[in-house]
T-cell receptor
Framework: DAKTTQPPSMDCAEGRAANLPCNHSTISGNEYVYWYRQIHSQGPQYIIHGLKNNETNEMASLIITEDRKSSTLILPHATLRDTAVYYCIVGNDKIIFGKGTRLHILP | DTGVSQNPRHKITKRGQNVTFRCDPISEHNRLYWYRQTLGQGPEFLTYFQNEAQLEKSRLLSDRFSAERPKGSFSTLEIQRTEQGDSAMYLC????????????FGSGTQLSVL
């Protein structure tokens, strides 16, 4: 019962910005948007989260639309090590994963 | 900060046997979560604790599965009478209530039921 929709896969050239979209049209007012990623054979890794405002940290930027029904995760300069499955999650109590987007960084 | 530790990393067992996994969270974290992941799927929520209290258990979870966190520190996940369908990666995560659920995950225990 994931509340988000993501494309199953995307490609991005190394060194370019990777923009990963997520739709969450049923998000409620107190729910956050979280992004995690999972590199092969590892546990998921927290990337970033936000409520209403755009957020930036050392890993990525999160752009949330004004109506909060969609968001975009931006990896500004993708490297081969960013190849992973990226999960967009909405919630405020526990993290429920969907199927995510498999991002391939191309050399 | 030693991160979330899970043991064992791998477990092979025969169908019908009981298995137990251990998770040691980051020391100051009061929330602890268990997930299960099969190939090609995202992690599936199983249960979570706040301190020693089990707050929620997935309604999809068989009663062969039980989890404990007796002193609010480490946790164990036990599977009784294992079935081949229990083969999966079992992931543990910990977090701090009030941190808006920023979770830190362990590397998981890979269970293979023969």
């Amino acid at each position: 019962d994931a509340k988000t929709t993501q494309p199953p896969s995307m490609d991005c050239a190394e060194g370019r910005a990777a923009n990963l979209p997520c739709n969450h049209s049923t998000i409620s007012g107190n729910e956050y948007v979280y992004w995690y990623r999972q590199i092969h054979s590892q546990g998921p890794q927290y990337i970033i989260h936000g409520l209403k405002n755009n957020e930036t940290n050392e890993m990525a930027s999160l752009i949330i639309t004004e109506d909060r029904k969609s968001s975009t995760l931006i990896l500004p300069h993708a490297t081969l090590r960013d190849t992973a499955v990226y999960y967009c999650i909405v919630g405020n109590d526990k993290i429920i994963f969907g199927k995510g987007t498999r991002l391939h960084i191309l050399p | 900060d030693t991160g979330v530790s899970q043991n064992p990393r791998h477990k092979i067992t025969k169908r019908g046997q009981n298995v137990t996994f251990r998770c040691d969270p980051i020391s100051e974290h009061n929330r602890l979560y268990w997930y299960r992941q099969t190939l090609g799927q995202g992690p599936e929520f199983l249960t979570y604790f706040q301190n020693e209290a089990q707050l929620e258990k997935s309604r999809l979870l068989s009663d062969r599965f039980s989890a404990e966190r007796p002193k609010g520190s480490f946790s164990t996940l036990e599977i009784q009478r294992t079935e081949q369908g229990d083969s999966a990666m079992y992931l543990c995560a910990s977090g701090l209530r009030g941190s808006n659920e920023k979770l830190f995950f362990g590397s998981g225990t890979q269970l293979s039921v023969l």
